[in-house]
């Protein structure tokens, strides 16, 4: 079973130069050309210019005392594209930890990509495959087009890393998590249900969450998206370890309408719901 022993998290980190890329913009062209659009090197060269692995750097290089093992296994996910395409960040930040881990990235499912990451993590846990994973959730907004998503929204460049065991003395339990097409499942019955002690359900401004009579609902920043979710959990898990039991994380992509959900006992006992 996945075990979160820790969080860490960037916000709006400062601007940087725009990368010296020979081509760079050529390739912006023919990237965006096929969609019927062109290349705003305009509105390209206004952004923050904070690529993943700079997201990851300000992730790895703060003043906390990490004494937790190496990672074996290291998944990326994102929902918007990085800011040039030179640099594999799951790679970078596999020879960050010491180029000893499987490393991979989830993509092109909205913010649906950590749920679906959370999940591989845990069946890899499961099976014996990895003691240690890491997963890191990245969103920059430096983009060669208009997309009203990120521009209409004052979307920020934000990033996100957890760090699960397959096992945990006292940590939370992450005892449920994926992708849930168009419908809720037994998310309704959860919330409702007393015998998984005092909920909070975790969502964004955007998305209508179950009907519930019973448990709180925290909604997150309105100018995150994929790392809206995790960024509330990394802020403020050790306040809500001391008011809750159960922890539901749940959104629905505001593209596709497709929701996800995970489900983390804070009290680190429970090993099902």
Same mark, same amino acid.
């Given at each position: 079973m996945a075990t979160l022993t820790a969080t860490r998290h960037v916000l709006a980190p400062a601007?940087? %130069?725009a990368p =010296?890329? %020979? !081509?760079?913009? *050529?390739y912006h062209t023919d990237l965006v050309r096929p969609y019927g659009v062109s290349f =705003?090197?305009?509105r390209w060269a206004a952004g923050p210019q904070i690529g993943f692995p700079d997201l990851a750097d300000e992730l790895l290089d703060t003043d906390e005392d990490d004494t937790a093992p190496a990672p074996d296994l290291i998944v990326v996910a994102y929902a918007l594209p990085d800011l040039h395409p030179f640099i594999t960040t799951a790679s970078y930040l596999n020879?960050?930890? !010491? *180029?000893?881990?499987? +490393?991979?990235?989830? +993509?092109e499912q909205g913010l649906l990509a950590p749920f679906t990451a959370l999940q591989i993590v845990s069946a890899y846990q499961r099976r014996g495959r990895c003691r240690h994973a890491v997963i890191a959730v990245l969103e920059q907004t430096t983009l060669p087009t208009y997309d009203p998503l990120v521009h209409d929204t004052g979307l920020i460049d934000t990033g996100v890393l957890l760090s699960l065991a397959a096992d945990g003395d006292g940590d939370p339990h992450v005892l449920r998590a994926g992708t849930e097409g168009q419908t809720l499942g037994a998310l309704h019955t959860l919330l409702d249900d007393p015998e998984h002690g005092a909920t909070l359900l975790v969502t964004s401004e955007r998305t209508q969450p179950p009907t519930t009579t019973r448990a709180d609902i925290h909604r997150t920043r309105s100018d995150t998206?994929?790392? !809206?979710v995790w960024l509330e959990l990394s802020q403020r898990l050790p306040q809500w370890r001391q008011q809750y039991e159960t922890l539901v994380l749940h959104d629905? *992509? %505001?593209r596709s309408g497709a929701r996800a959900s995970a489900v983390i006992d804070l009290t680190g006992r429970r090993t099902s719901w």
């Open positions: 601007r940087r %130069p =010296d890329i %020979p !081509g760079l913009a *050529d =705003d090197e305009e020879h960050r930890f !010491g *180029d000893r881990a499987k +490393s991979f990235a989830v +993509s998206y994929c790392t !809206g629905a *992509d %505001p």
